[in-house]
């Protein structure tokens, strides 16, 4: 009869625990404050028993923290009318190239780099200049005249002068005929390294892309993060509760009711740090995509519930494939190429710096010819000047040397762009894979759990096991929650870490 009333009082409880799993009890801080939106989805569970998690981005109401005295405006955030409240991936990558700041410096970066190829090209060009002056002379004559002051009769002798008036209209043309290709190597260089900045730019884009999805899936995973540490309270509040049930009955000792009050305790333990955490996810991906750290803005979950319906974005491809597409799209390999051949440019540029140069000149100018300024005459010339470097104190020799040192700079960063790219695609292809086979291998866990839980929950029914073994099946299936939604987020992350390295991802 004894343990007639242990099944039956089991069977109660497990009943309870079923209603309350099912429509979870939010717990509120005294005195309980206003509700406000947060995005923890909080679980449930199904008809046979299973643990189930909506959507990551679905809002409930939770104060922060759950347990202890709230802190207002701490987890509200403000809403910006520009910004959706839940975004798709591709929204926030989108935001992100509008407003982060990281692109604004690359497009300054890239502006600087073309003004140097606009200077260069002016010395392919004519060089046109006008001139006019006006000059009055006065000279004093070698001839002296006398002068008598009439009323006193005073004689005297001074020097005779002249004054004259000097216009001048003139325009003249200078042209680089020839230097060896100096100008050319500088122009050449100018271009390779603007091309080496938009490649820059591109590798930006593609970081400020990477880090906003990185940010998008860690807000996820903290979001259901949140949800299973809910869970968990739960699942200790039923054990909590049935030691209590068993004590009012006589059947436990009233010293084990510390035993099972420490789990809950710890678990609510888990719930403010995982709401914390998920506050500070939330703020990152904001600021990822250059927004204020406050803005209320949520990730829309893109992934399936059910971590078995996961299915890869990615196709794992061998190491061979992969490399060889990350040297030929990747825009860091592109600029460091470019970075080279304009480094190689300049040191010719440099070389020919004591090379002869070969200008044409072109003057046409009028003049005035008498000495009040007019009678202009009309006289021209044209003619061609070699200038030959002979002694230059050493400046093109210094000049070469630094030249040469920068190209060798520039080579060996091209060669540490490309390991390091061989490192990145060789590292993410492993994670890659590692998430991918984890995910399956959760999979696996979850679903072991899911049966473990209906077993034990028959077998206790029958009154052939204990309630604590019930009570660590549950305790499974909630790790086993645990384990499949970090697995399913890391894949997530692992994807764009992959595409990254390869030089694919973006917004499309």
């Not at 006006?134 to 001074?158: F, I, M, Y």
């Not at 059910?306 to 040297?327: C, D, E, F, S």
């Not at 490192?423 to 696996?444: F, G, P, Y």
Request: aromatic residues 4%; hydrophobic residues 40%.
């Amino acid at each position: 009869m004894h343990q007639h009333y242990l099944r039956t009082l089991a069977g109660v409880a497990l009943t309870a625990f079923v209603v309350s799993t099912t429509a979870p009890r939010i717990v509120h801080a005294q005195p309980k404050p206003a509700p406000t939106a947060r995005p923890s989805a909080v679980p449930s569970v199904s008809p046979t028993g299973e643990i189930e998690l909506p959507p990551a981005s679905v809002p409930t109401n939770m104060p922060y923290p759950a347990y202890g005295t709230p802190v207002p405006g701490v987890d509200t955030g403000v809403v910006d009318p520009s910004v959706p409240q839940v975004i798709t991936l591709n929204q926030s990558i989108a935001i992100g190239y509008a407003k982060s700041p990281l692109l604004a410096q690359a497009r300054a970066q890239l502006a600087i780099a073309t003004a140097p190829v606009d200077l260069a090209k002016t010395a392919l060009l004519p060089d046109i200049a006008g001139r006019a002056s006006s000059t009055r002379d006065h000279s004093q004559l070698g001839t002296n005249t006398t002068v008598t002051n009439q009323a006193t009769g005073v004689t005297t002798t001074v020097p005779s002068s002249a004054n004259s008036t000097s216009n001048v209209l003139s325009v003249t043309l200078t042209q680089l005929i020839f230097d060896g290709g100096r100008v050319a190597a500088e122009l050449r260089s100018a271009r390779d390294n603007q091309s080496a900045q938009a490649d820059l730019y591109r590798r930006q884009l593609q970081t400020v892309a990477f880090n906003v999805a990185n940010a998008y899936y860690n807000e996820l995973a903290a979001q259901r993060a949140t949800a299973i540490a809910v869970q968990t309270v739960a699942v200790n509040q039923v054990n909590e509760n049935l030691v209590n049930a068993q004590i009012r009955a006589g059947a436990e000792a009233r010293a084990d009711l510390s035993t099972a009050q420490l789990p809950t305790a710890q678990a609510r333990l888990a719930v403010v740090r995982a709401q914390g955490a998920e506050l500070s996810a939330q703020a990152a991906f904001a600021n990822s995509m250059g927004l204020d750290a406050n803005t209320l803005v949520l990730p829309r979950d893109d992934t399936p519930v059910n971590g078995a319906a996961v299915t890869a974005i990615v196709k794992v491809p061998t190491y061979q494939q992969a490399i060889a597409r990350a040297l030929a799209l990747r825009p860091d390999v592109s600029a460091a190429n470019f970075s080279v051949e304009s480094n190689r440019a300049s040191v010719r540029a440099a070389r020919l710096g004591n090379f002869p140069n070969l200008n044409g000149t072109a003057t046409q100018q009028t003049a005035s010819t008498d000495s009040n300024g007019g009678s202009f005459r009309n006289n021209g010339s044209v003619g061609v000047a070699l200038s030959i470097p002979i002694f230059d104190q050493g400046v093109t020799k210094a000049q070469t040397a630094q030249a040469q040192g920068n190209l060798d700079l520039a080579i060996a960063n091209q060669t540490t762009t490309i390991q390091g790219v061989q490192l990145n695609v060789k590292q993410s292809l492993v994670a890659l894979v590692s998430a991918s086979s984890a995910l399956d291998q959760a999979n696996a866990e979850l679903s072991k759990a899911q049966d473990v839980l209906r077993s034990t929950q028959a077998q206790y029914k029958a009154g052939v096991t204990t309630l604590p073994l019930l009570l660590n099946a549950q305790v499974g299936l909630t790790q086993a929650l645990t384990d499949q939604s970090t697995a399913v987020y890391t894949l997530r992350q692992a994807e764009q870490a992959f595409l990254f390295a390869e030089g694919t991802n973006g917004a499309s």
